[in-house]
Each structure stands twice: as C-alpha cells, then as structure tokens.
Nanobody
Framework: QVQVVESGGGLVQAGGSLRLSCAASGIIVSISAWTWYRQAPGKQRDWVATLASGGSGNYANSVKGRFTISRDNAKNTVYLQMNTLKPEDTAVYYC?????????WGQGTQVTVSS
C-alpha cells in the first residue's frame, strides 16, 4: 500500500522557520520528482516547489530565496525548509511524489504563521 505522509507543520511567528518532511512508502518504482503545493483557506492549491531526480529545486516566486527543497533518496523522503516565514505562507502544505506509474499525494500538514 502506497503511503505519502507529511509532517513538521505547526504554528510559528512571522520571521520564524519550519521544516516539513514528506516520506513515501510502498512505492515500488523510483520517484522521479517531488513537489510541494499549498492551499490557503478559500483559495486554490498553488505550486510551491519541485525537485526532480538529479536536478535542482524550482520554486514559486513567492517563496524563492526563503524555501529550500531537498531529498534523502535512501529514506524516500523530501524536505521543505521554510525560513523567514510570513503570514501569507499560512496554508495546508501537500507533498506529491511523482513516478512513471502515477502521482501519490499526502494528506497535508497545516502551517500557520502568526503576525
């Protein structure tokens, strides 16, 4: 059974940092790319960052320079280091693991940034 589980969300003050983790299990093929999305209340789900296999991270303009995506292949885990957080970063953050046979989504982790 495929599972993608995010963790690391929480409440933080503006200017603070959080590191999100996303672990995949039960996926029998290689993950070619990891992607983070976020969805704020009442808004559509927006792309945040992608890390393709063998490549470097790509970021939405709104997070560029503040967020860093990285992966640990041995653990089938991807991370999103979020620094200098702003209230507008408040959202549910979702992880997607992309493979040649499908894309697997986690249930999301809430990030709340207080002003």
């Amino acid at each position: 059974q495929v599972q993608v589980v995010e963790s690391g969300g929480g409440l933080v003050q503006a200017g603070g940092s959080l590191r999100l983790s996303c672990a995949a299990s039960g996926i029998i093929v290689s993950i070619s790319a990891w992607t983070w999305y976020r969805q704020a209340p009442g808004k559509q789900r927006d792309w945040v960052a992608t890390l393709a296999s063998g490549g470097s991270g790509n970021y939405a303009n709104s997070v560029k320079g503040r967020f860093t995506i990285s992966r640990d292949n041995a653990k089938n885990t991807v991370y999103l280091q979020m620094n200098t957080l702003k209230p507008e970063d408040t959202a549910v953050y979702y992880c997607a693991a992309v493979s040649r046979i499908g894309t697997y989504w986690g249930q999301g982790t809430q990030v709340t940034v207080s002003s």
